[in-house]
């Protein structure tokens, strides 16, 4: 049965976007970048530990609680610990370096890898995907292990923080291929947010792009990235979900990128970028 184009709506974001789109597709890993001035004065050791690329705040402060870093010999006892750097800090005994300029990689996360360090169950990971020679990454935000696409990793943890969370405001595109009966009427009410089984999901701008019987392609606009948000949602709708792709993460896209490719964003790039986000 031939595809069956579905006349489209004009859309409306949920949410602001933002305005610097990078040119062209991402350069290969280069060399380290020069990011927006740090701050000066005495900081969080949290804040300048995940600025390092150590791990996010969150983990950073379940380390600290797990007497895993010390100052001069002595395991501290509070992320609030303000200092001006990281001198005499260790993890697990081992020094931190200081931290270098900000940077922003995208990865094309193929289906079937987890994202995550490792895996209890032997499953493989981002980290068995990616290439040698890279500088310590952390993944902005996660995608399921059977979702493919776009994944932002970063050597700056203030940087991850920041993309991550919901305020901001950063839109995450998608695009499903989904099994079932859906109107694009049922579609336009998710720009009111879903709550399922008492749980609520926000504003999404979801679209139907084209249908084959009774397998069709709907492309999704949202803001959360809550766990299986996408995958919930669609399946609250009586759709199932067999094939998910995340195409955008703010200006930065997929285009360009096989599975298990990775590209650096450029310098101005990410410069312009981060002077958007709130």
Same mark, same amino acid.
Not at 14 to 22: F, I, L, S, W, Y
Not at 106 to 121: E, Q, V
Not at 145 to 174: A, H, I, S
Not at 201 to 218: F, Q, V
């Given at each position: ?20 789109? =990078? ?5 290969? =890993? ?60 260790? &993890? ?17 996360? @193929? ?8 895996? @209890? ?13 890279? @500088? ?93 948000? *996408? ?9 199932? &979900? ?22 650096? *964003? ?13």
């Amino acid at each position: 049965m031939k595809d069956r184009p579905i006349s489209q709506r004009t859309k409306r974001a949920p949410v602001p976007r933002g305005r610097t789109r =990078p040119g062209g597709p991402p350069q290969k =890993p280069r060399g380290p970048k020069p990011g927006p001035a740090r701050e000066e004065g005495p900081q969080r050791i949290a804040k300048l530990l995940a600025r390092a690329g150590i791990a996010s705040r969150r983990d950073i402060e379940r380390m600290i609680a797990e007497g895993r870093i010390a100052l001069n010999g002595e395991k501290l006892t509070t992320p609030a610990t303000l200092l001006e750097n990281l001198n005499g800090v260790t &993890v697990d005994g081992q020094p931190v370096k200081p931290a270098g300029a900000a940077r922003l990689f995208l990865f094309y996360k @193929p289906a079937g890898a987890l994202t995550a360090a490792r895996d @209890p169950k032997g499953r493989p990971t981002i980290y068995d995907k990616l290439p040698p020679n890279l @500088p310590r990454l952390m993944p902005v935000g996660r995608l399921d292990y059977m979702t493919e696409g776009l994944l932002l990793l970063t050597n700056d943890g203030e940087l991850k923080r920041q993309l991550e969370l919901p305020k901001t405001g950063v839109v995450r595109r998608y695009r499903a291929r989904a099994f079932g009966d859906v109107t694009q009427a049922q579609l336009e009410e998710l720009a009111e947010g879903v709550t399922i089984d008492g749980f609520r999901y926000g504003s999404i701008d979801a679209n139907l792009e084209r249908r084959t019987g009774r397998n069709c392609w709907i492309e999704l606009a949202l803001t959360e990235g809550k766990n299986r948000e *996408v995958r919930n949602v669609l399946a609250h709708l009586g759709l199932q &979900v067999s094939r998910l792709i995340r195409t955008h993460y703010g200006p930065f896209t997929v285009e360009g990128l096989a599975p298990g490719d990775i590209g650096e *964003v450029q310098r101005e790039t990410l410069f312009q970028f981060r002077r958007t986000l709130k």
